[in-house]
């Protein structure tokens, strides 16, 4: 369960960085609002991550989700470049994270 938690707390992460995006578009209190239950809610589940999960792992796979999450999000959403370099450094930072998936 503690794994479902942790991908749960980086696609809320996602999300948050997202209506990050939104809310310097916008600049209206539903974005804002919509930032705040999606940091929220990225924090809430990493926090039950770690009641089973090591820190280390727990936060490395978080931070894994969202930073790649995000710049994925960018490329298919905001029009951001998509070079064949980016996409192979996304892919890496994904695979470290099945790794610690592996080996934990």
């Not at 600049?27 to 820190?55: D, R, V, Y």
């Not at 994925?72 to 029009?79: A, E, F, N, R």
């Amino acid at each position: 369960m503690a794994w479902t938690y942790l991908i749960l707390a980086g696609l809320f992460e996602m999300f948050g960085v997202a209506m990050i995006n939104k809310l310097n578009k916008d600049k209206n209190w539903k974005a804002f609002l919509l930032l705040l239950t999606g940091f929220g809610a990225s924090f809430l589940f990493l926090a039950l991550a770690m009641k089973s999960l090591p820190m280390g792992t727990a936060y490395a796979v978080w931070t894994g989700i969202g930073a790649s999450g995000g710049a994925i999000l960018g490329m298919l959403v905001y029009g951001e470049p998509k070079t064949a370099l980016r996409i192979l450094f996304i892919a890496m930072v994904l695979g470290a994270a099945v790794g610690l998936k592996l080996i934990s």
